[in-house]
């Protein structure tokens, strides 16, 4: 982006306003506050239009008219006090005192992401309402809080995917300042802070950007209708917005890292793509300012380019979401076969994500019917997320169900375990680790009476896949909204408790011995046997090694451990009566060489020599 594209005060009262608008003949500003006037703007290069207006501050309200039309929001709005049709406020990006300076961030490897929805994850709904909460979620052992998205939607309620004013943070969360200060507290608390953002399409209320200039392509269309240009004429400055836009979270908010939400539907044909320039440019800013800022993709793609470097014809982001990772889990512990999970269900499923990453790797899939993917063992496993549950995989189903409304309270330990002690970067879904039982479900507080009845028209048509029947809840009803909001309170109770205390484990586990924190396949052998139900996975190297064994039979299975003669020790048992469970601690292992593990559990040895 142009610098200064936006307002930007220079100090004394004095703001510099830039728009680009290149299809329209005149751009006039008008202030409403606190004086009522209007500024005739000057043309600028490539298409842009400016003006320097003195006795400006921050909060000052400001619109743009286009030829002389109505009052239209800024494009760059850093803050829109009154939503998604209300004029723009002036914000002073140095303003806020930063606490976090000698913070430089953190390694990839070392992250647990710890997704959230700042609306419902507390009370209020605010960013000073998650700051409480931080140290509790540091102790259980997350290192990275990811925030869904921020840009202003409109309305109070929404996951944020439709967000129209991509600069503008949320003005029912806490606007910038709540913003700033809860980055701040998270770094003060030792914990990275994510923002999931969304440069694949903009949502359809209080989407005035087609007016300023050529932002949408007819040519090609989305699930959400038309692309964003960013391969056809005026892409550039296109281009230039939302790369701007990257760099906007990293200067002015500090955040670690970004994650880009469903990139499949960024369609670009051109030589450097978008979603490269990208990554180059958040690399050069965090090299620049000495600090670690990673780009995480969420893709379907199954397509490697998004890992590789830009030397090999690739995108160059730091990781991915792995999907299949989750939906082969999610079939085996559900049985779940609609939809996509057609294409899962088997323990060698599980095997493959495990071993490779990637399990549609060329193959024919019949959720698609055709081939999809390609092979992905060449990619380091550090640089896959996976996660047993996600704002996705739970509000996409018709009752927003979490994983422990679909499988008994075994399986949840089991479906714990397989994420946490797996060689990829894990992601827990706020509550998942106490056991939450209120859904996430979709919901929106839109203001057209048309786009009300469409997004439920369209939900209800969502579900038809899978066969899921019943009544669908309304987006729209504040009630649905309220429904999905976390209560903590449940974390110190009965079994949300002892699930609480069993994630710590494991992540303390995962921390403290070293052939779980390393994300290599050094070392890395899986083994499935499909009749019994029953995955090993062994992980380091001499006698760094851990064996974990995951049954996924309603029956005990016995399995050897390798290395028949050295001393084993048991590090963990899942159905312990300690875990909420009715079996006994597993013995350690000498010269007999063979463990049995329980019915939908997983068993932890570690080399003891």
Request: net charge negative.
């Amino acid at each position: 982006m142009v610098r200064g594209a936006g307002a930007t005060p220079s100090g004394g009262g004095r703001c510099e306003f830039r728009v680009w608008a290149p299809r329209v003949r005149s751009v006039e500003l008008h202030l409403l506050a606190p004086r009522e006037r209007i500024v005739r703007m000057e043309p600028a290069e490539s298409g842009y239009h400016a003006a320097v207006v003195d006795g400006v501050e921050a909060g000052a309200r400001y619109a743009y008219r286009l030829d002389g039309g109505p009052d239209r929001p800024d494009p760059a709005s850093r803050f829109q006090p009154d939503g998604v049709h209300g004029p723009s406020a002036v914000v002073d990006a140095g303003h806020h005192a930063w606490r976090d300076r000698g913070w430089k961030g953190l390694p990839l490897e070392d992250y647990v992401l710890y997704e959230l929805h700042v609306g419902t994850f507390a009370r209020g709904g605010t960013f000073d309402e998650v700051v409480p909460h931080l140290g509790a979620l540091r102790d259980l052992g997350v290192t990275a809080i990811e925030i869904m998205p921020v840009a202003q939607f409109p309305g109070s309620r929404n996951w944020g995917y439709d967000g129209v004013q991509p600069y503008a943070v949320q003005n029912s969360y806490g606007g910038p300042d709540g913003l700033k200060r809860l980055v701040d507290a998270c770094h003060e608390r030792g914990l990275a802070a994510v923002l999931d953002v969304v440069y694949n399409h903009l949502g359809p209320e209080g989407n005035y950007l087609g007016e300023f200039g050529p932002y949408f392509t007819e040519r090609t269309r989305t699930p959400w209708g038309a692309a964003i240009n960013f391969d056809g004429p005026g892409s550039d400055e296109v281009r230039r917005y939302f790369i701007g836009n990257a760099l906007q979270w990293i200067d002015e908010y500090h955040f670690d890292a970004l994650r880009l939400d469903a990139i499949h539907g960024i369609m670009d044909t051109s030589a450097r793509p978008f979603l490269q320039e990208l990554a180059d440019a958040v690399h050069e800013r965090a090299a620049g300012l000495s600090r670690r800022v990673h780009v995480i993709a969420e893709s379907d793609l199954n397509d490697l380019r998004v890992l590789r470097p830009a030397s090999e014809g690739g995108f160059g982001h730091d990781a991915q979401w792995n999907d299949d990772f989750h939906h082969s889990l999610h079939a085996l512990l559900t049985k779940e076969t609609g939809g996509y999970y057609r294409d899962y269900g088997r323990l060698g499923d599980l095997a493959k994500a495990y071993e490779e990453g990637f399990v549609l790797s060329g193959q024919y899939s019949a959720y698609r019917d055709r081939r999809h993917g390609m092979p992905s063992v060449e990619i380091e496993p550090g640089r896959f997320v996976v996660f047993a549950q996600n704002h996705d995989q739970i509000g996409n189903r018709a009752g927003g169900d979490r994983l422990g409304r679909l499988v008994p309270f075994e399986a949840l330990k089991l479906s714990a375990a397989a994420v946490i002690l797996s060689p990829y970067v894990p992601l827990l879904f706020m509550g998942e680790e106490y056991g939450e039982t209120a859904p996430f479900l979709y919901f929106v507080s839109h203001s057209d009476p048309e786009l009300i009845a469409a997004v439920r028209k369209g939900r209800r048509a969502e579900f038809a896949a899978f066969g899921w029947t019943g009544e669908v809840p309304d987006p729209q009803d504040e009630a649905t909204f309220e429904r999905s909001r976390l209560d903590h309170a449940l974390r110190e109770t009965g079994e949300h408790a002892l699930l609480r205390r069993f994630y710590a484990e494991l992540l303390r586990l995962r921390r403290t011995i070293p052939a779980l924190r390393r994300l290599t396949r050094d070392g890395l052998v899986i083994d499935a046997d499909e009749s019994e139900g029953l995955l090993t996975m062994q992980r380091g190297t001499g006698p760094e090694r851990v064996v974990a064994l995951f049954n996924f039979a309603p029956h005990r299975a016995a399995a050897p451990l390798p290395d028949a003669g050295f001393p084993w020790r048991a590090r963990l048992n899942s159905s312990e009566r300690r875990w909420g469970g009715a079996g006994e601690p597993i013995a350690d292992v000498g010269a007999t060489g063979r463990v049995e593990v329980p019915p939908l559990s997983c068993v932890l040895m570690s080399r003891s020599d």
